[in-house]
Structure formats: C-alpha cells, structure tokens
C-alpha cells in the first residue's frame, strides 16, 4: 500500500480522490443539515415564496413597491437602488477621481496640496465610519420648516435635499430626443473636417430646437419646472433626495474619489517621459502633447485599476444598510428575516452580485480592448 | 537657453525662490489659479483651526460650556472616550484592554523590522502577541476575572478581528495560492472557484453569512461563537485575496529556480519554504501591505451584523443623552484613530516600494 503512494502519480491521484471526496460530504452534510432545520422550523424549501406579498415597506424605491408588493418586486427594487446608488456614486467617484488625480500631477504647488490633503484624508478613514458621519450631518439640518435655502433652487432640510425638478410629459421628452437625434446627424453630415466643430454645432442645435420646440408644443398652464414648496410641516412638488442616499452618495463619492484620483495620477506617471520628449521635438504644442500622447497613454494605463475599483465600489453599496437605504443586501437580509428562506434568499444576492461584478468587469475590459494600441503588442 | 546654460548656476536660494515660481507663478492661467486655490486652501485651514482649537472647549465634562462656543466640544472625548475606546468591557478591567491593544500595537511595529522577516520568526512573533492579547482579554487564568467576548468592545475589539484575521488568514492564503498553483486539476480548479467565488462577493455578504446563516448549515457542535464564526469567515475573505497577491508574487520569480532547486534534490516542503514563498512575500510586499491597510479598515464594517467596535461605540456614544449634540467631534476623534494605524502602515509601505524600487535600480 505505502509503496504504491511512493508512485508520484498515483499519489496525485489518491490525493485529488480524497480532497473531492472531502469536499462533497462537506457540502452534503451542509445540506442535510439545512434541511433538518428546515423541515423543524416547518419552511418549504423552493422559490415559491417569491409569489407571497411581503407584509413590510421599504422606504425609498424607484419602481412602486408597497408592503402588499410580491417578494419578487420587492428583491427588484433593492437591486434596482443598488444600481442607481452604484451607477450615480460611480460617476461622481470618477469626476472627483479625475479632478483630484490632474491636481496632484499638476505642475502647481497649491493645487499639488489640495490635492494630497484631499486624497489622504478621505482615503485612510473607513468608508462605513464616512457613510455614517455624513448621515449624522444630513439628519442634524434643521427641520422643512426652516430649511436652508439653496438660492431658489431647492431646499435642505433634515428630511433630504429637495430640489426643483423637471415636470416633462412623455411628449417633451419624444421631442427633445428627436431633436438630439437631429442634431446629431446635422453633426455628421455637415460637419466638415475640423474634429470639434461638429460636436460644437450639435450642442447647439441640441439647445435651440429642445427650447423651440418645449415652447411650441407646450401647454399653457402647466409649469416646465416644479418647484419644493413647503405646506404645513412638509415639501410639496419638486424631486426630494432622501438622506440616505445622498450620505451613501457623498461617501462613495469621496472614498471613491480619492482612491480613483490615485490611479488617474498613477497613470499619468506611468506615460513614458521619452515619449513626451519626443513630441517635444516633433514641435507638437503642449496641448497636443497632452491630447495626443499623454491622455490617450494614460488612460490605457489606469483601465484595469479602474475596473478593480469599479468593482470595489459597487460592492461597497452594501454598506447602505449601516444607515437603512434598501439596496438589494438589505431588502434580502430583511426577506430572511421575515421567510425564513435562507437558501434560496442567500443564492439570489450571489447571483445578483455576480451579474452586476461580471457586467462591469466585462463592459470595462470591452473598452479596454476596444482602445488598445493595435498592431505590436 | 542660449548661452546662459554654460554660465555659472544661480546662489541656492534664489534657485529655490525662482522654483517656487515657477510652480506657482509660470502663466497669467497658472496665477489665478495659484490665488483661487490658495484662498480654498487658506479658507479650509482658517476655518478648521478656528473650529479645532481657537473656540474650542478642551476643559472637564461640562456641557453647559459647550453650549456657549461656536468650535468643538472636545470635552465630549472626556465624556464619552471611555465607552468609545473600551465598549462594555467591565471598568475596573480596562488596563487588561489597555495593555493588549498595545502589544499587538508592538507586535505589528516589530513585524516592521527586517530583522524579523522569516516565516518562522514572523509566525511565532504573532502567534506570540496574539496569544498574549486573547489571554489577557479573556482571563481565566493568572488570577484575571473571566470577561466573554459578549463583554468586548471599542478599539480592542478592532484590532482583535484585525490580528485575527492576519494571523488566521495568512497561512489560509499561503495554502490557497499553492493549491491555485498545483498541477492536480482537481487541487488547482477547486481552489480557483473558491477563489473567484469570495472574491465577487461583498465582504457584508460572507460576515453575514457567518453570523446568521452558519448556524443554519453547521451542526451545533461545530458553531462556536458568533464573533469567532466572523473572524474566521474575515479571514476567509482576506486569504482569497491575499492568495492572489502571493500568486503573482510566486509567478514573478523565474521558473528556473524551482527547478534548479529541485535538480538539487530538495524535497516540496523545502523549496516552497525556502526558495518560493521567502520571494514570493517579499516581491510583493507593498501589496500585501495594501492589503492588510485595507483589512484595518474594512474591520468596521461588523459594526452592521452587531458588534461594539470602535466605529459602532461612536454611533452609540452620540445616539442620545446630552451629548448628542457634538457628534461630529466623537467621529472626528475615531477617524484620527484610525487615520493614525492607516496613515502610518500605508506610509511604510510607500518608503519600502521606494526601497526595493533603489535596490533594483
């Protein structure tokens, strides 16, 4: 018997038999053992509950879900808020990233500072003890009654952020995207060569036939912009932000920032000086150097940082819940609390986390192979 | 520069003066540049100062005192600092909490020192300071009182999970990479989707599971306490990511080693030990530095599946009561302790890039 072990692939072999062995009683006796509970605690196992009405709120969604709403809706809903704060933090992270980033490549000392300052601080505080510091400001603004007002724009108070809001009809909304799409083609068609022209033109002419047209084709009494007004003790009209998520927003935003800044200073850093120098030489301005050589280099060098922290990001949403806004972890741990269905409940959030993680890395890594330097590689 | 390149440099100081004008001054863009941001920067620091220190109350806990000035309160710290620090962890026992945060404090500036950088060194010293702050915390023998780690809290709790999870974690991460890397398929793909799998997951997610859904899956026996059941799920996810740290830093060396190593006639264990893993860490040292940075940090997020660590004791430290008021000088105050662990690791992982960067021209 030992002497058959000495045999190195045999060995592998019985090793490789023993640790898939070992792995499938774990994992059977996981189950065995979940549904001896189950079958104690009286729960039916399958997606069945899906169908059930909840029975509980949620306090903020973009699609209607009430607590008669079905499981299901309400599962859509958490994912839902997990991509809208996700998206929108992502967004912002990268603007504040970009801006943070340049200042500390800049060749100006202040800005150098601001920079550095910025970065450090936002990035080496967890981003869990920002969420709730920034919750704990935004539910110490005083109450609607005498909320601060924003110069005419909307108004702040311990409720959310209330702002004026568009109040389009389906049919200013066709008509204003007709009118991009017009201008688009005007764009393209009579752009001419010079590279900025055309998106100049079509800004443009996006403005002049979106403001044309809104005024033609609108009805008299209704306002194009509601505005927050307060009645009694609340706002009425407008768009209101709830605190929740404008405290997960600002701290995805400046933890997000300040590691993005990081990789967008890391790859300016990363473009090759002799490359510049030979621009130099070439007798290209610094504006051109800058658009033709360093941003297109640099941004090929951030990518796979970027789509790392893109990731990151998105996952970090799960930590609304420290301040109660509903992204999909919180509407899925409730739901277990509330049925019982562990299994099932727990297979969701991984599916549901895998497809937005494989959607960013895939869109991310797309891009990236759509701008690399064709030819040698 | 026609000429004047040749001719003698300027004296150092107007060298450094032209410099700084350079940097703030080179365009008319560059200079109203320079002003607005200078008099950010000039508003932020006034106004910060002012708040910090010039209308500050530092004096004893009196909050009638606090009332009366526009800055911080910063008596709130000598209010509340106690329950923020130690949590519930019995008053007349606090020196024991004390006392172990500082020797894993020490135990992690030691595992700074070259000297120490062997893994048998480097275990034992951890095993050593680990063991230490678990006995002096829990007690039960020498004469200290039994406190469970219901009872534990504050900033001892932090670095607790912390020091647990590096030293749970890091074998679990060794082990990994070296299965990610066998040449058994079975070994090897078992291994990577473990892998992948916790890596696409929120760290929330796993510690969730481990408190809530464990005790579902795992015969009671086999449960232990809800604290140990995270720290072990934390170190789980740590060594995901970690092994794929040590992965590139074992795919960095060139083959020929181990084979080299091997034509020599040394056996698995050996090599691994003594040829792969010693380069292996210490090609990747500023990543495996990052990545204990971050663990440091991302320790707060139990504070969602219920635990009193230093962030959950300063919500809980402002949630009512007279104090409530001066909530943002106890966030502040545990921000700066955490800013000092990560400023101070992620700088020292910053001079040992610049060191090795030197050392290989």
């Not at chain 1, 709730?132 to 724009?153: K, Q, V």
């Not at chain 2, 510690?207 to 799920?233: C, M, N």
Request: aromatic share 10%; hydrophobic share 55%.
């Amino acid at each position: 018997m030992l002497r058959v072990l000495r045999n190195r692939r045999t060995r592998g072999y019985v090793i490789q038999a023993a640790v898939l062995a070992a792995s499938l009683l774990l994992t059977l006796s996981f189950v065995l053992t979940a549904r001896d509970n189950l079958v104690s605690q009286g729960i039916a196992t399958g997606f069945g509950f899906l169908d059930r009405s909840t029975g509980w709120p949620i306090n903020f969604s973009i699609i209607e879900a009430t607590d008669r709403s079905p499981y299901s809706r309400m599962l859509l809903a958490g994912f839902l808020n997990t991509i809208l704060v996700g998206l929108a933090g992502l967004a912002c992270a990268t603007c504040v990233g970009l801006a943070v980033g340049l200042m500390r490549v800049s060749s100006n000392l202040i800005l150098n500072v601001l920079g550095t300052v910025f970065v450090e601080t936002f990035r080496n505080v967890p981003l869990i003890l920002q969420v709730i510091f920034w919750y704990a400001i935004l539910t110490h603004m005083p109450s609607p009654r005498a909320a601060i007002d924003l110069a005419g724009l909307g108004f702040l108070s311990n409720r959310g952020l209330m702002l004026a809001a568009p109040a389009w009809s389906a049919l200013d909304l066709a008509i204003i995207a007709l009118s991009i799409i017009a201008a688009l083609f005007a764009a393209h068609r009579f752009g001419g060569t010079r590279p900025l022209a055309p998106w100049g033109l079509a800004l443009a002419g996006i403005v002049a036939l979106s403001v044309v047209l809104l005024f033609l084709g609108h009805e008299p009494e209704m306002p194009l912009i509601s505005l927050p007004e307060l009645r009694g003790l609340r706002f009425v009209g407008g768009v209101t932000i709830k605190p929740e998520f404008s405290a997960l927003l600002i701290a995805i935003m400046a933890f997000g920032g300040a590691y993005i800044g990081e990789i967008v200073r890391g790859g300016f850093l990363s473009v090759d000086k002799g490359r510049l120098e030979a621009a130099r030489a070439l007798g290209l301005s610094n504006a051109q150097i800058n658009r033709f050589i360093r941003i297109p280099l640099a941004i090929r060098a951030m990518l796979p940082a970027l789509t790392n922290q893109y990731v990151w990001l998105m996952k970090a949403t799960t930590l609304g819940i420290a301040i109660g806004y509903p992204d999909y972890f919180m509407v899925v741990s409730t739901s277990i609390n509330q049925s019982g269905q562990t299994m099932e409940l727990l297979l969701l959030l991984m599916v549901g986390f895998l497809l937005i993680n494989y959607t960013i890395s895939g869109t991310m890594n797309w891009i990236n192979g759509r701008l690399a330097i064709k030819g040698r590689s | 520069m026609p000429g004047g390149a040749l001719s003698r440099p300027p004296p150092a100081m107007a060298g450094r003066l032209h410099q700084l004008r350079k940097r703030l001054f080179s365009n008319w863009f560059d200079g109203i540049v320079t002003l607005l941001a200078g008099a950010a920067l000039v508003s932020i620091v006034v106004n910060l100062v002012d708040w910090a220190f010039l209308n500050a109350v530092w004096s004893e806990a009196d909050v009638s005192q606090c009332r009366e000035v526009s800055g911080a309160c910063w008596s709130v710290i000598d209010a509340r600092g106690r329950l923020v620090l130690f949590g519930l962890y019995p008053f007349d026992q606090h020196w024991r909490s004390t006392l172990a945060c500082l020797i894993i404090v020490i135990t992690m500036i030691l595992s700074c020192l070259p000297a120490l950088w062997g893994i048998k060194r480097l275990s034992a010293l951890w095993i050593a300071g680990f063991g230490t702050f678990v006995v002096l915390m829990y007690g039960g023998i020498f004469g200290l009182s039994v406190v469970t780690t219901e009872q534990w809290g504050g900033l001892s709790l932090t670095v607790f999970i912390f020091a647990g999870v590096i030293v749970l974690g890091m074998p679990m991460a060794v082990g990994l990479a070296l299965a990610r890397r066998s040449k058994l398929p079975v070994i090897h793909w078992l291994a990577a989707i473990f892998i992948d799998t916790v890596r696409s997951l929120p760290l929330l997610t796993i510690l969730f599971a481990a408190a809530v859904v464990v005790p579902f899956v795992v015969p009671q026996w086999a449960q232990g306490d809800k604290l140990g059941r995270v720290v072990v799920a934390f170190a789980i996810f740590y060594a995901a990511y970690q092994a794929e740290i040590i992965r590139a830093g074992i795919q960095s060396i060139p083959s020929g080693q181990e084979e080299a190593a091997q034509a020599l006639g040394m056996n698995y264990r050996s090599v691994v030990l003594d040829i792969i893993l010693p380069q292996a860490f210490r090609n990747t040292l500023p990543s495996t530095i990052n990545q204990v940075v971050i663990t440091f940090k991302e320790t707060s997020i139990v504070t969602i599946i219920g635990f009193f660590d230093v962030t959950a004791s300063a919500s809980a430290a402002v949630g009512r009561g007279e104090w409530g008021a001066y909530y943002i000088e106890i966030y502040v105050f545990v921000a700066l302790i955490y800013f000092v662990f990560v400023f101070g690791l992620s700088r020292y992982g910053a001079y040992l890039e610049r060191r090795t960067r030197l050392h290989h021209g």
